[in-house]
T-cell receptor, first 112, second 112 residues
């Protein structure tokens, strides 16, 4: 069963614009993570936000978490063509024994 | 550091054949996972391990077996391959110190 669901499924923007992706989940969590996957490659861990955190930054990435709404957002600022990839949220549900459940992803296309 | 290495990268099997996918990590991670990725389905957990000598079922374990005889290796076996097992298989590992997963580059398996 999918714990996290990303929205939108696909997003196309111009280079330099900001990209926002959202993730909703169903149960209580220990943490929520975001991953990037370039076409034909493995997933790369981007950022982790714990259940007691509300916002986290890493370079051009900003992640927010609202546990009352069971939702998270990933903002990529000043996007570049190299940011073109699929982005997945993954939840470490409470009591899951370190297992992550992934959403279906958002395909981001950044046009030069 | 090689990180997580998966072998083979590509394989074509005939229905009913068996094979083993090997995952090796050199980061001394306790936890290892096997996921499959299918179009429109995201990543689904097949089996996982929380330490050497331990294995547990994930979301879609049927038709697969696993073994973790050494801490650095996690093997995924298909005893009698079926076309429904055509997929891209990803291995990942993680630790208590950093809950983010490190993924391998994947194995693309086609069962004909």
């Amino acid at each position: 069963s999918q714990q996290g669901e990303e929205d939108p499924q696909a997003l196309s923007i111009q280079e330099g614009e900001n990209a926002t992706m959202n993730c909703s989940y169903k149960t209580s969590i220990n943490n929520l993570q975001w991953y990037r996957q370039n076409s034909g490659r493995g997933l790369v861990h981007l950022i982790l936000i714990r259940s007691n955190e509300r916002e986290k930054h890493s370079g051009r990435l900003r992640v927010t978490l609202d546990t009352s709404k069971k939702s998270s957002s990933l903002l990529i600022t000043a996007s570049r063509a190299a940011d073109t990839a699929s982005y997945f949220c993954a939840t470490d549900a409470s009591g899951s024994n370190y297992k992550l459940t992934f959403g279906k992803g958002t395909l981001l296309t950044v046009n030069p | 550091n090689a990180g997580v290495t998966q072998t083979p990268k590509f394989r074509v099997l005939k229905t009913g054949q068996s094979m083993t996918l090997l995952c090796a990590q050199d980061m001394n991670h306790e936890y290892m996972y096997w996921y499959r990725q299918d179009p429109g389905m995201g990543l689904r957990l097949i089996h996982y391990s929380v330490g050497e000598g331990t294995t547990a079922k994930g979301e879609v374990p049927d038709g697969y077996n696993v073994s973790r005889l050494k801490k650095q290796n996690f093997l995924l076996g298909l005893e009698s391959a079926a076309p429904s097992q055509t997929s891209v298989y990803f291995c990942a590992s993680s630790s208590d110190d950093n809950y983010g997963y490190t993924f391998g580059s994947g194995t693309r398996l086609t069962v004909v």
